[in-house]
């Protein structure tokens, strides 16, 4: 929307702002080719823990488990050619997720209390998308006063192969328990798991007491079910030609909290009303059920 009639901002346009379209620019950019979109139940997925005999013996003595987090700490990708179909290709996407449980365990000689284990669920997934063809590479120059030769050769931002990018939203924890272990599965290794990732989980031990078949080896295990929505994206470096209107040069002054005057800043937040006066069922979208033509609900 324009502020007057020879300046247009950043945000919603109208017919009137289009004649000020100054000129035509060409950018470098990603352009998307092709992208999906899915939701993902990962239902009884085995959880993987950094200290597996440690909490084995929390598992074989706990009372219940609940999932309590769920987070997406990395997502590696793989992209390769669709043999068969030009322009089209496999993307392969591991994810690896973050899981906080909370065991209720038996305390002695009676009551119970809770120990919080985090661990990891590894999901992979197989998509195919359009991500047409390229037969160049893409160098950008990175030259720096001192660098060296294997430094300077490090730059290649694009290769023939599209470029992937996945966005994924936090998971929803739906449920856990622990199952008797009947058959095994096939996972991968904490030597397979990248050491970085293995860092991620907090590996503080507490003592567990427990009688000696407590200590035994795997008897039961713990499988959760995460609820994921994600989008899958192929993008390729391009020149694009786009209608340009002026500079973006910002408007609003940069406003900063200083020691001095801390109460100004305090007195430009607006009262939260909505912390004092939680919202009705009406408020919530989809809550209430639809009426029909004659006024009567729809359930």
């Known amino acids: 929307m324009g502020l007057d009639r020879h300046k247009v901002v950043p945000g919603l346009i109208n017919e009137g702002d289009l004649c000020h379209i100054r000129e035509a620019v060409c950018i470098h950019t990603e352009k998307i080719y092709d992208s999906c979109k899915d939701k993902d139940c990962l239902e009884d997925a085995q ?95 990175n030259s720096r006063e001192g660098n060296s030769i294997q430094e300077l050769g490090d730059t290649l931002q694009q290769d023939n192969l599209p470029i992937v990018k996945v966005e994924v939203a936090e998971p929803i924890p739906l449920n856990a328990r622990i199952v008797e272990v009947c058959e095994k599965h096939d996972c991968c290794c904490l030597e397979d798991i990248p050491r970085c990732i293995l860092d991620c989980l907090c590996d503080n031990e507490t003592d567990v007491a427990g009688t000696e078949e407590h200590h035994r080896g795997p008897t039961k295990e713990v499988v959760v079910s995460i609820g994921l929505f994600s989008i899958t994206k192929l993008l390729r470096v391009v020149q694009l030609l786009v209608p340009a209107f002026s500079f973006c040069v910002p408007e609003k002054e940069c406003m900063a909290s200083t020691d001095e005057n801390p109460c100004d800043i305090f007195d430009t937040i607006d009262f939260p009303v909505e912390e004092f006066f939680p919202p009705q069922i009406f408020d919530f979208p989809g809550a209430l059920p639809d009426r029909d033509g004659n006024g009567k609900f729809n359930f």
């Open 47 to 141: 959880v993987i823990f950094k200290n597996p005999r440690w909490v084995q013996m929390i598992v074989n003595r706990a009372v219940s488990v609940k999932i309590t987090d769920a987070e997406v700490k990395f997502v590696y990708t793989d992209v390769e050619p669709l043999p068969f179909k030009r322009g089209f290709y496999t993307v392969h996407t591991k994810y690896f997720i973050k899981v906080t449980l909370s065991f209720l365990v038996p305390s002695n000689p009676k009551g119970h209390h809770t120990i919080q284990v985090e661990g990891l669920v590894i999901f992979d997934k197989k998509v195919i998308l359009f991500g047409s063809e390229g037969g160049v590479k893409i160098f950008r120059s």
